[in-house]
């Protein structure tokens, strides 16, 4: 896990927290309202020259930042305010197995170089480990935990090289909510699992595409020469085309 040292202060309902080595320098000020009515109008003068950092730097990643910059000497503060300053747009291509999203990508990696696209978490564990999602309900688990663990790490760590190649936008093969579509109770049991909730994995793309299922002699071409295919009939697209899209309908970009 992840860990951050900082010290907090309160100044007229403002929380203040200024963070130890290694994120010396970096000082955030959250003002907790019950609703928006209850926002201050303008800022307090102490603030300064302050950046909005609402949508754009979690938690999570101030403690990851802590961690990898551990004792490298390099300067948090501008590391930081980078990340804070680059807009970058994440898109989730989604759809069912053998609905074009790897051809697609290969398509709009030539059309698009400004924006990164990162393939299927999910197909470069199988194909790179050999690792298989299993037939019973706790082996299914497992498996979908590990590549929701795997994909939150891809996801970060593209984001900050996208960040720091200067690309423009960055596209997933498949969002991490759409790992429901694979378990026994659905969007319930992943909130259970990963202790998320799809609320906050939406929060995650900015738009989501998605691909409809292909015709049953596309699939079947397509199975036949992609020997990980772990879906045993077209009804299982099918159904899984339908589990994909309840994961998502409620995404305001869907």
């Not at 303008?42 to 938690?59: A, C, K």
């Not at 790992?179 to 259970?192: D, H, M, P, R, S």
Request: charged share 25%; with cysteine.
């Amino acid at each position: 896990p992840y860990h951050v040292s900082k010290r907090r202060s309160s100044e007229s309902g403002w929380e203040i927290d200024a963070f130890d080595p290694p994120l010396n320098g970096l000082i955030l000020a959250e003002f907790e309202a019950v609703d928006i009515a209850h926002l201050p109008k303008t800022l307090p003068p102490w603030i300064g020259e302050g950046i909005t950092v609402t949508e754009s730097l979690s938690n999570l990643h101030l403690a990851r930042y802590s961690n990898l910059l551990g004792s490298s000497g390099d300067d948090a503060l501008s590391l930081i305010v980078k990340h804070i300053r680059h807009p970058l747009k994440k898109i989730a291509f989604s759809g069912p197995p053998a609905s074009g999203k790897d051809g697609m990508f290969d398509i709009f990696r030539k059309e698009f170089p400004q924006i990164l696209f990162i393939d299927e978490t999910a197909s470069t564990v199988m194909k790179h480990t050999g690792i298989r999602p299993g037939s019973t309900r706790y082996e299914q688990r497992r498996f979908q935990k590990m590549l929701y663990d795997t994909q939150r790490i891809f996801e970060m760590t593209s984001q900050e090289f996208a960040i720091e190649q200067g690309y423009k936008a960055i596209a997933f093969n498949r969002g991490q909510v759409e790992l429901a579509a694979y378990l026994y109770g659905g969007i319930g049991e992943l909130e259970e699992l990963m202790h998320t909730t799809r609320v906050h994995e939406y929060s995650g793309y900015h738009a989501v595409i998605y691909l409809e299922p292909p015709p049953r002699e596309i699939f079947e071409r397509v199975k036949k020469n992609n020997p990980m295919r772990q879906e045993t009939s077209y009804t299982d697209v099918l159904m899984l085309a339908v589990s994909t899209e309840e994961s998502w309908k409620y995404h305001q970009c869907y």
